[in-house]
């Protein structure tokens, strides 16, 4: 998202617990900030023996909550169907959320506000410069609060077979699940624009300039070239549904199973959810776990088998797999180096993931469209038989 100034919160947690006492009725017994890029969220542990996530949106998203309505309607959707997400605690008058007009204080030592904020890093964790923020005095912000979900992000743990095979599994239930979705207002996440929709890619020429002089650019101009001449034609085939968007290495929670290995204990950050295409979800679960892999090409045939086995992809996706995770690459290392030419302070943080995708960006185009899918889609079938 591209957040405007002064919109990040900066409240304390007297302020979260006294918001905490006024709303929900609720005391909180232990307190402690949680990462976020543009919002604030605290972990609230209560007397009354609950835990929750208290989040505080930004003032600039705060003044249309329909997104943050639809977000919070899907969540429970899920839910109720079986899926590990949050859900929103009532307030003591029955709201999902609640706009609060608050002070966002400042830091004495926070002479200089912080520019607008880049297009964030999916969901990443926001480095600790950025919990600055100036006192702009009284600013409206909307406020959920959120069941907290057990488990530690996916990243942590070894990516066996099994739990890539889940992972693929989980990304399809997701979509059939929200495919029977109803709401009046479910036209809002078209999101026409997105700068994160795979469907978008090519608003990335718009950002191109970020990488003059770097060998990078051209790989990535090459791969929008494939996007445009071979994926957009073939559009007409895909099938559409309302996608969470983002079902990165920190948005899955894992919990150790008794026997061996894990599972998938949430889903968390639907921030990124938008009215999309099936194969659009594959491909991104896909990018964002060959990042996480010390062998990142052993990723794609167990994820393909775990989708496959609730949603078997049509011929045209099939055939495009491949290039739309290239493009997943090219949104996430792109968008990354803009952020970096904005906030150059901030280059260490922002391009956590990139030396890492830029390699596998460039091994995946080596060895080219036919082998990489040998490997993946032969993978694939010795999960069927």
């Known amino acids: 998202m591209m957040a405007e100034q002064h919109a990040k919160p900066k409240v304390s947690q007297g302020v979260a617990a006294e918001l905490m006492k006024k709303h929900y009725n609720l005391t909180p017994s232990e307190m402690r900030y949680l990462p976020s890029y543009d919002d604030q969220n605290f972990y609230v542990a209560t007397a009354e023996g609950g835990q929750y996530v208290l989040k505080i949106m930004n003032s600039e998203d705060s003044k249309d909550p329909t997104l943050f309505e639809l977000q919070t309607y899907a969540m429970a959707f899920m839910h109720e169907n079986g899926l590990p997400t949050q859900t929103a605690l009532r307030t003591t008058t029955g709201q999902d959320m609640f706009l609060e007009d608050m002070e966002s204080s400042a830091p004495a030592a926070a002479a200089v506000c912080q520019p607008p904020s880049p297009p964030a890093p999916e969901s990443a964790p926001v480095p600790p410069h950025e919990e600055r923020d100036c006192g702009y005095g009284l600013q409206k912000y909307l406020v959920r609060l959120l069941t907290y979900l057990p488990g530690i992000p996916i990243s942590k743990v070894p990516l066996s077979p099994q739990l890539l095979h889940k992972v693929g599994q989980t990304a399809a239930r997701v979509d059939n699940i929200l495919k029977e979705m109803k709401h009046p207002q479910l036209s809002v996440l078209q999101r026409e624009g997105f700068i994160w929709n795979l469907s978008n890619v090519l608003l990335l020429e718009k950002y191109m300039h970020a990488l003059d002089g770097d060998p990078l650019q051209e790989v990535v101009k090459s791969v929008l070239h494939q996007y445009k001449t071979f994926v957009v034609p073939k559009y007409a085939s895909f099938r559409k549904c309302l996608i969470h968007g983002d079902l990165n290495d920190l948005n899955l929670l894992v919990q150790a199973k008794e026997s061996n290995g894990h599972r998938i204990s949430g889903i968390i950050d639907f921030g990124?959810?938008?009215?999309?295409?099936?194969?659009?979800?594959?491909?991104?679960?896909?990018?964002?776990?060959?990042?996480?892999?010390?062998?990142?090409?052993?990723?794609?045939?167990?994820?393909?088998?775990?989708?496959?086995?609730?949603?078997?992809?049509?011929?045209?996706?099939?055939?495009?797999?491949?290039?739309?995770?290239?493009?997943?690459?090219?949104?996430?290392?792109?968008?990354?180096?803009?952020?970096?030419?904005?906030?150059?302070?901030?280059?260490?943080?922002?391009?956590?993931?990139?030396?890492?995708?830029?390699?596998?960006?460039?091994?995946l185009l080596e060895m080219g469209k036919e082998q990489v899918e040998k490997i993946w889609f032969q993978t694939a079938l010795q999960f069927k038989n």
């Open 272 to 363: 990124d959810m938008n009215i999309s295409y099936y194969v659009h979800e594959l491909a991104i679960a896909i990018m964002y776990m060959m990042l996480e892999h010390p062998e990142p090409l052993e990723v794609g045939g167990p994820i393909l088998a775990g989708w496959e086995s609730v949603f078997p992809l049509n011929e045209a996706e099939n055939d495009c797999l491949f290039w739309l995770v290239l493009s997943r690459f090219c949104q996430s290392l792109v968008l990354a180096r803009y952020s970096v030419t904005l906030h150059p302070e901030n280059e260490e943080y922002l391009m956590i993931s990139s030396k890492k995708g830029i390699t596998i960006l460039r091994r």
